[in-house]
Each structure stands twice: as structure tokens, then as C-alpha cells.
């Protein structure tokens, strides 16, 4: 009973020690940062290839632990642009990034931006694009397109003699 008793109390020594010496889970400042950081590269990204872009707004962004190490970053953002050929637009764009944790020392915590993927993109013009369908030729405009005129028959061909040899 005393060697049970006694695992028991070592069991519970070596749990406890290696819980107060455990690593806590990320603090809410690291989460914070990598916001913030990831934030100020897609900022400068949009402005850097869309020069005429504006009103850039993050709609949604957060960062979750994958594991010890890694970490996911889910966000959407949206601004507006201007081209010649459709005038004001609006785009909304959504990804995911996920982070590798690649140095820590007490005062700061570094993360390689591994990997991005854009999973979903759209865009809303403000003044709609207007689309013409052309008329074929012959075509009539008044025409709803659903009426096809009957096609005349060829006309038959008379029989060629074959050739005797």
C-alpha cells in the first residue's frame, strides 16, 4: 500500500510540475499583433497594385491556434476601384493565411506568412454595365427569337448517268 501510495504522490509532483512549467496558450496581444501585421500587408499590397483604389475596409478578420505554432487567419475586405472600362466598382475579397511560428524571445514572437489562398472574390459595379445582344443578319427586331421560319427543301437533284466503261 505504501508503494502505491507513494507513485500516487510522484505522479502528482511530476503533473504538477509539468503544468506550472507547461507553455500558457497565446495571449490575446500575439493574436493582436498578427492582425494587425497581416492588416498592414494587404493595405499596402491594394495600394501598391491599385494605385486608384479607396475606402479600403476589413469586414471580417480573425486569427484562431491551429496548433502549438501555427496559426489561421480567416478575413474578408473590401474596397473600391476605378476603370475606364466599368467606372466605380466595389470588390469584396476572402481568404485564409496560415502562419508558422519561426523565432520567440521574451519581448516579441515571429511568424513566417506560409502560405494565402484568395477563396472567394466578387464585384459590384455602382453604375450597372449595360450589355447590347446584337441582331444576326436577317435577323427581325421585332422578333422574340422563339418563331423560326420553315426552311424550303432543296431542290432535287436529277440523276447522274454513271459512267460505262
Excluded: C
Aim: avoid cysteine; proline fraction near 7%; aromatic fraction near 6%.
Amino acid at each position: 500500500m505504501k508503494i502505491v501510495s507513494l507513485v500516487l504522490v510522484l505522479a502528482a509532483l511530476i503533473g504538477t510540475w509539468r503544468l506550472a512549467h507547461s507553455r500558457g496558450p497565446m495571449t490575446q496581444a500575439v493574436h493582436v499583433g498578427i492582425q494587425a501585421d497581416l492588416k498592414r500587408i494587404i493595405t499596402e499590397y491594394v495600394q501598391t497594385n491599385r494605385p486608384d483604389s479607396k475606402d479600403l475596409r476589413f469586414q471580417k478578420f480573425w486569427t484562431e491556434t491551429l496548433k502549438d505554432g501555427k496559426i489561421k487567419a480567416t478575413f474578408t475586405y473590401t474596397f473600391q476601384d476605378t476603370t475606364e472600362e466599368s467606372g466605380l466598382t466595389e470588390l469584396e475579397i476572402s481568404g485564409v493565411a496560415v502562419l508558422n511560428k519561426i523565432d520567440e524571445n521574451p519581448e516579441t514572437v515571429t511568424y513566417s506568412l506560409d502560405e494565402l489562398q484568395v477563396l472567394d472574390n466578387s464585384i459590384r459595379f455602382e453604375e450597372p454595365i449595360q450589355i447590347t445582344a446584337g441582331l444576326t443578319e436577317g435577323e427581325d427586331p421585332e422578333s422574340d427569337g422563339t418563331e423560326l421560319e420553315p426552311e424550303e427543301p432543296p431542290a432535287p437533284t436529277e440523276p447522274q448517268p454513271e459512267d460505262a466503261p
